[in-house]
């Protein structure tokens, strides 16, 4: 079945450093969603990419699509203590069901 | 504007019982689909709910069974509980005519079993 996997698994960064995280999938996806989940909080969505090669942005946080449709990318300028947590991405196996990835936890420290 | 709602939040089980998780999808939404994430790991596809049926299924044993209501709130059932079924469940909630698609999480319940 279909595999999503993440790296690195953990990051400790120093506040202010920047922060990305890779997301690769074992086959092609019609689309690619970002979520943090807070430590004891719930995955909350963030962003949903669909075209190849599509890059987005929300102020300090730039998520990309690769041009194969099998990777992503989350990239954070300047991290703040409010960034930390686990970032999941998660692509759609069917309509139905999303994969999600082994997710990367983020530690800043002040 | 109710967003997703769960209950209950926290719990604590016996092995062998059985436990029945609740999930509120938010207003507008017609689909349910609930995920099990076990400590440290991503959250994992159990199934998905519309139109009171079982649409897609994760590799779950039966003793997962779901139900969903007319008014579109839903049910996991577990039985037969073994302590790898500690974990936190979710229930997401989304669209399937709405446009976007976008999925939405409760807080969860968080199950342990002993």
């Known amino acids: 079945g279909q595999q999503v996997m993440q790296i690195p698994q953990y990051q400790h960064v120093q506040e202010g450093e920047d922060f990305t995280t890779y997301c690769n999938s074992s086959?092609?996806?019609?689309?690619i969603q970002w979520y943090k989940q807070r430590p004891g909080g719930h995955p909350v969505f963030l962003i949903q990419?669909?075209?190849?090669?599509e890059v987005k942005k929300q102020k300090r946080l730039t998520f990309q699509f690769g041009e194969a449709k099998k990777n992503s990318s989350l990239h954070i300028t300047a991290t703040q203590t409010t960034d930390v947590g686990t970032y999941f991405c998660?692509?759609?196996?069917?309509?139905?069901?999303?994969?999600f990835g082994t997710g990367t936890r983020l530690q800043v420290f002040p | 504007d109710a967003g997703v709602t769960q209950s209950p939040t926290h719990l604590i089980k016996t092995r062998g019982q059985q436990v029945t998780l609740r999930c509120s999808p938010k207003s507008g939404h017609d689909t349910v689909s609930w995920y099990q994430q076990a400590l440290g790991q991503g959250p994992q596809f159990i199934f998905q709910y519309y139109e009171e049926e079982e649409r897609q299924r994760g590799n779950f044993p039966d003793r997962f069974s779901g139900h969903q209501f007319p008014n579109y709130s839903s049910e996991l059932n577990v039985n037969a509980l073994l302590l790898g079924d500690s974990a936190l469940y979710l229930c997401a909630s989304s669209s399937m005519t709405g446009a976007g698609n976008t999925i939405y999480f409760g807080e969860g319940s968080w199950l342990t079993v002993v």
């Open positions: 998660a692509g759609p196996e069917n309509t139905d069901k999303l994969i």
């Open positions: 086959t092609t996806l019609s689309n």
């Open positions: 990419l669909v075209k190849s090669g």
